[in-house]
């Protein structure tokens, strides 16, 4: 079968690298795709929300699958106009991809169904907001409504920093047309989370619990970016937790979404926060994570064609999902300057002896491109470094010992992805 993969990120190379272990495929396409792509799949040079021109290549090239890595063109309705065409396409529907493209509906489908989550307020005037946080306090979160790259929330510790906040997004508009109204809701106390299922609409199968590091320096400290690394399983999430995700979150939120009209398949990914009072929605996304994606697909043992072929079947309660034992580590480089602004064009290198010289490692590329020949830097997450071992510990090293192989012009990392993971084993 011939699949086309939308997108070109980290998250997109795993799945390509992942989908291209499938024994039924035989041609990959990606679009755009990035320079660690074109090893192992054909790169188009169209958009991921040029939604018409994906369509009509699709129509062209007798594409059988087509899977979408971003959120955008979800948001925008291209699994909508592929199954218009008549085109099997692996994602929700623009009505159910809401659920990321929308805080506010996200927030709203949760208070209305009873989905934990924090207390919230929605505003679309600054003043209200600024009048709203002076009398809450702080510490307090403020959220872009729409699609900010994965940086539209701030954790404010002080008023100050909340009111400032929505001057940024309401006033100066920093997040465009996705911040013209804000949700402000209560700090919640924890560890964050990230548990993704493939689901079809009625059956619910959780992935291995994840764990993101959004803030661009080490001890969660700085910027949100769109993730700095990541880990698979996050042992936050014991058997416990994950039975009471399954059965207080996720079933309910895809109980919730077909009730109101909008049948959610594809991967559902909760971005939660395990608090003493148990877990907590702090948002949804409508499509896999990046960088978890890149972990989680590195440990996944089964064929994911024939899970998603399942959910797009809706046979997904006759499909098991298997996993390989142990651990897997992803560690992002990325380019001097982010998440603000960062020159492009940076050769790369020790590419190679980062793969070659450390067994189980796949270096994932992100922000790359093919220049004269040479790899060179090409966006603000350049690489996702990930390493699978059979120990959370074994894992970290083999990750980081790769990292230790490649350098580019301003490479900036974290240390300490996986340091909570170490913390609770002791």
Known sequence: MKVLVVGGGGREHALVWKIAQSPRVKEIFCAPGN??????????????????????FARREKIDLTVVGPEAPLTLGIVDEFSAAGLAIFGPSARAAAIEGSKVFAKQLMAKYGIPTAG???????????????????????????????????????????????EEIMVKGVFGEAGRRVVVEEFLEGEEASVLAFTDGETVIPMLPAQDHKQVYDGDRGPNTGGMGAYAPAPVCTPEVMRAVEEQILRPTV??????????????????????????????????????????????????????????????AETQV??????????????????????????????????????????????????????????????????????????????YAAVGEISFEGMHYRRDIGQKALQRKK
């Open 35 to 56: 320079a660690g792509i074109a090893s192992l799949a054909r790169c188009v040079p169209i958009g991921a929300e040029d939604v018409r021109g994906l369509v009509e």
């Open 255 to 316: 109980r919730a979404m077909a009730r109101e009209g909008r049948p959610y398949r594809g991967v559902l990914y909760a971005g939660l926060m395990i608090t003493p009072q148990g877990p907590k929605v702090l948002e949804f996304n409508a499509r896999f994570g990046d960088p978890e994606a890149q972990p989680l697909l590195m440990l996944m043992a089964s064929d994911l064609v024939e899970v998603m072929e399942a959910v797009l079947g809706g046979r997904l």
């Open 120 to 166: 919230f307020a929605v505003f679309d005037d600054h003043a209200a907001a600024r009048r709203y946080i002076s009398e809450k306090g702080a510490p307090i979160v403020v959220k872009a409504d729409g699609l900010a790259a994965g940086k539209g929330a701030v954790v404010c510790r002080t008023v100050e920093e909340a009111l400032s906040a929505v």
């Open 322 to 399: 298997r996993w390989h034992e142990g651990a897997a580590v992803c560690v992002v480089l990325a380019s001097g300057g982010y998440p603000g602004p960062y020159r492009k064009g940076f050769p790369i290198s020790g590419l190679e002896e980062a793969a070659s010289r450390h067994p189980g490692v796949v270096v994932f590329h992100a922000g790359t491109a093919l220049a004269e020949g040479r790899v060179v830097t090409a966006g603000g997450r350049v690489l996702g470094v990930t390493a699978r071992a059979e120990s959370i510990e074994a894992a970290i090293a083999g990750a």
